[in-house]
């Protein structure tokens, strides 16, 4: 990495993730790049370690600039990590809109969740949250798009809560817009998110989320108006939620029609690169 900038004598070197940061940022400072720019995109169980911390703290000083893809996230890298959540730009992720969508004409109210099947997407807290919400509303039906380390333990729990019948895993959809086309509502469940990019997909297809107030969800789903943000790890309220929109299907349906109308004005792909390219310009 060293020889190549030395190479191409960069003037500015914008790094993401972990491991970019490490190897991206020693590189850049000891071959003198003038800008170096970091962006950061996650939650992550790991951050919480000393050792991290430590570590993600000396090499964000060589950077110049400091990006997060949500508030949400700044203020978690603040509480998590000690950084001072002001230094950071936001810079949200953006979406190429797709040919209109199409609405949802199910006679049966149908749930998504997409996403890695991992603990913190909270797929635990969903199904239960399902279950208690088929108890008042039995024709309801779950699809769970992904795969991941804890599938074989979710298909068990599936059992152990006795809802096999109304729950389908898909595992990996390409493209996505034909699993959330297929479907009422979206689910976001997750314990922690950087920001949220399978409850935008949904709301430019039209389709309301319900997500968990935690990290980039709350700047994307407008509470009572394009989905419901409820209380992270809880299942109860999520089960509220559930049926709260599935059995008010012209509630549901306009709250997706505002929805990609705030995808569409506020988070397209061009929104995302001109900020960046704005930041770019400001730092030489």
Avoid: W
């Avoid at 003037?11 to 970091?38: E, K």
Wanted: net charge neutral.
């Amino acid at each position: 990495l060293c020889a190549y900038l030395a190479r191409r004598r960069p003037t500015i070197l914008h790094t993401h993730l972990v491991h970019g940061d490490v190897y991206g940022q020693l590189a850049g400072t000891a071959m003198r790049v003038p800008v170096r720019v970091s962006t950061k995109h996650g939650f992550n169980e790991f951050r919480e370690g000393r050792g991290f911390v430590l570590a993600d703290r000396s090499i964000a000083a060589l950077s110049h600039r400091h990006i997060a893809i949500s508030r949400g996230l700044a203020r978690y890298l603040q509480e998590t990590e000690g950084f001072a959540e002001e230094t950071f730009e936001i810079v949200h992720y953006g979406i190429r809109p797709q040919p209109d969508a199409r609405p949802y004409d199910g006679s049966v109210p149908r749930l998504l969740c997409v996403g890695r099947l991992i603990p913190i997407k909270g797929h635990l807290v969903l199904l239960r949250a399902f279950r208690d919400a088929r108890a008042e509303i039995p024709e309801l039906e779950l699809e769970i798009a992904g795969r991941g380390p804890l599938e074989r333990a979710l298909r068990a729990y599936v059992r152990e809560l006795e809802i096999e019948d109304a729950v389908r895993f898909l595992g990996q959809v390409n493209p996505i817009q034909t699993a959330i086309e297929r479907t009422a509502i979206s689910v976001v469940p997750s314990l922690g998110e950087g920001f949220g990019m399978v409850a935008l997909e949904a709301m430019e297809r039209a389709r309301p989320v319900i997500a968990a107030a935690i990290g980039g969800l709350g700047e994307l789903v407008e509470d009572g108006r394009t989905g419901l943000l409820v209380v992270p790890g809880e299942s109860e309220p999520l089960a509220r939620a559930i049926v709260e929109l599935a059995s008010n299907p012209e509630r549901a349906r306009a709250m997706g029609e505002a929805g990609r109308e705030r995808a569409l004005d506020r988070f397209l792909e061009e929104r995302c690169t001109d900020r960046t390219e704005l930041l770019y310009r400001a730092s030489l």
